[in-house]
């Protein structure tokens, strides 16, 4: 491939950006067109594991980072009324030496504002108001039309998430599964709630039905939260539909007492349905291939859905811009690195789901013994974790 390779990237969420930088930093030319007028995001934090930290850091971007993020001591999955911990993995003191690399919990519009800075300084054009609806690709070249505009590339990416344009024209309508779940996000300042409110760790407290996600963002000045309800029906899309708070105060009514003193001080949250499909059998065709949540959603109770589309973003600039074979192998050879890997990771994701939300008493009672053998056997535990957190793709 040649220095001036050029990219179209539809989409310029977390995905679409990582990928215009590793592209960029490999040489190419790129242009990444955003449907939304001016990037901003509703207040909501994204964790970041080992294996996305790494490629952050490959990509220059772990100093920043650091400053605006926050290292949670453990990950902790609580007794939804209690709030005792049943089963802590401890994190910041094991998690560098086991996996060379931090844990990191970040505001979503950190992350995206340091991506967005990164993505300019490496040359990238990033074209606002500019939704991609379709394209067309000849032999040598992809078009698309953005906005009022055409532009032409040697390849198109489209990495505009779960209701992506791009696989629909590349593949079709493919109906989304509501899972019967919905989620509330919001954050509130620290400085509202008594000190140490919020045990310093990736919080999940387990109920019937539902589970609660708390932990802290901005360098420890906000906590976000995460809360998940199982409904029979949902018909909107979206995450920035407004939530009620009311309704999430009363949904967790009865729940932990600092879960209730948290959302006394919340004054807004979001509200957004949880949707699934099956893993595709392509994702690319001739110049133009997917990636992220375009090619694979992934539900939130792994934590992994914005990591797996960082991953995919390394490792298709990789080979895209490897100049000693084709772009069909190049592109083969990413869905044949990737898709086992996001296709185990949509697995753990649902089987999660299912696991925090157990109803009947015996089946909760069952999970209260499964964490208690893996914290006695806390070596078992972790080799469990290394599928997810010890991959680098940097370096395999």
Same mark, same amino acid.
């Given at each position: 491939?040649?220095?001036?390779?050029?990219?179209?990237?539809?989409?310029?969420?977390?995905?679409?950006?990582?990928?215009?930088?590793?592209?960029?930093?490999?040489?190419?030319?790129?242009?990444?067109?955003?449907?939304?007028?001016?990037?901003?995001?509703?207040?909501?934090?994204?964790?970041?594991?080992?294996?996305?930290?790494?490629?952050?850091?490959?990509?220059?971007?772990?100093?920043?980072?650091?400053?605006?993020?926050?290292?949670?001591?453990?990950?902790?999955?609580?007794?939804?009324?209690?709030?005792?911990?049943?089963?802590?993995?401890?994190?910041?003191?094991?998690?560098?030496?086991?996996?060379?690399?931090?844990?990191?919990?970040?505001?979503?519009?950190?992350?995206?504002?340091?991506?967005?800075?990164?993505?300019?300084?490496?040359?990238?054009?990033?074209?606002?108001?500019?939704? !991609? *609806?379709?394209?067309?690709?000849?032999?040598?070249?992809?078009?698309? &039309? =953005? #906005?009022? @505009?055409?532009?032409?590339?040697?390849?198109?990416?489209?990495?505009?998430?779960?209701?992506?344009?791009?696989?629909?024209?590349?593949?079709?309508?493919?109906?989304?599964?509501?899972?019967?779940?919905?989620?509330?996000?919001?954050?509130?300042?620290?400085?509202?709630?008594?000190?140490?409110?919020?045990?310093?760790?990736?919080?999940?407290?387990?109920?019937?039905?539902?589970?609660?996600?708390?932990?802290?963002?901005?360098?420890?000045?906000? !906590? *976000?939260?995460?809360?998940?309800?199982?409904?029979?029906?949902?018909? &909107? =899309? #979206?995450? @920035?539909?407004?939530?009620?708070?009311?309704?999430?105060?009363?949904?967790?009514?009865?729940?932990?007492?600092?879960?209730?003193?948290?959302?006394?001080?919340?004054?807004?949250?979001?509200?957004?349905?949880?949707?699934?499909?099956?893993?595709?059998?392509?994702?690319?065709?001739?110049?133009?291939?997917?990636?992220?949540?375009?090619?694979?959603?992934?539900?939130?109770?792994?934590?992994?859905?914005?990591?797996?589309?960082?991953?995919?973003?390394?490792?298709?600039?990789?080979?895209?811009?490897?100049?000693?074979?084709?772009?069909?192998?190049?592109?083969?050879?990413?869905?044949?690195?990737?898709?086992?890997?996001?296709?185990?990771?949509?697995?753990?994701?649902?089987?999660?789901?299912?696991?925090?939300?157990?109803?009947?008493?015996?089946?909760?009672?069952?999970?209260?013994?499964?964490?208690?053998?893996?914290?006695?056997?806390?070596?078992?535990?972790?080799?469990?974790?290394?599928?997810?957190?010890?991959?680098?793709?940097?370096?395999?």
């Amino acid at each position: 491939m040649g220095d001036r390779t050029h990219i179209l990237i539809s989409g310029g969420g977390i995905g679409g950006l990582t990928a215009a930088i590793a592209l960029a930093q490999r040489g190419a030319k790129v242009d990444v067109f955003e449907k939304a007028p001016k990037f901003e995001e509703i207040g909501a934090g994204i964790q970041l594991g080992p294996n996305a930290m790494h490629v952050l850091s490959a990509l220059g971007l772990e100093k920043n980072l650091k400053k605006l993020g926050f290292e949670p001591a453990a990950a902790t999955l609580r007794d939804y009324k209690s709030g005792k911990p049943e089963l802590r993995t401890r994190l910041k003191s094991v998690f560098k030496d086991r996996y060379r690399q931090i844990y990191l919990n970040i505001h979503r519009a950190d992350l995206h504002l340091i991506l967005q800075e990164a993505a300019l300084k490496e040359g990238v054009k990033i074209h606002m108001d500019a939704p !991609v *609806n379709s394209y067309w690709q000849s032999v040598d070249h992809v078009m698309i &039309e =953005a #906005g009022e @505009n055409a532009f032409n590339g040697d390849f198109l990416i489209g990495a505009d998430g779960i209701h992506s344009k791009i696989r629909e024209t590349m593949q079709g309508e493919h109906k989304l599964k509501f899972t019967g779940h919905v989620a509330w996000r919001g954050t509130v300042p620290t400085h509202r709630l008594p000190r140490k409110l919020i045990p310093p760790e990736a919080n999940v407290w387990l109920g019937p039905g539902r589970h609660f996600v708390a932990y802290y963002v901005n360098g420890g000045d906000k !906590v *976000n939260f995460v809360a998940v309800e199982e409904r029979d029906s949902w018909a &909107e =899309a #979206g995450w @920035n539909i407004k939530g009620n708070v009311g309704d999430v105060r009363a949904a967790f009514t009865g729940w932990d007492e600092r879960i209730g003193r948290l959302l006394r001080e919340c004054k807004e949250c979001y509200l957004w349905g949880l949707f699934d499909r099956e893993p595709l059998e392509t994702w690319s065709s001739g110049r133009v291939t997917l990636l992220g949540d375009a090619c694979h959603p992934m539900l939130p109770f792994m934590a992994q859905g914005a990591a797996m589309a960082i991953e995919d973003s390394y490792v298709l600039a990789k080979h895209l811009m490897d100049r000693d074979r084709g772009f069909e192998t190049a592109l083969e050879r990413y869905e044949e690195d990737r898709k086992p890997r996001t296709t185990m990771m949509q697995k753990i994701s649902r089987e999660n789901g299912e696991l925090y939300h157990r109803k009947p008493l015996g089946d909760r009672i069952q999970r209260k013994m499964m964490f208690k053998a893996a914290s006695i056997v806390t070596l078992a535990a972790y080799g469990k974790l290394d599928r997810v957190y010890g991959v680098n793709v940097t370096k395999d």
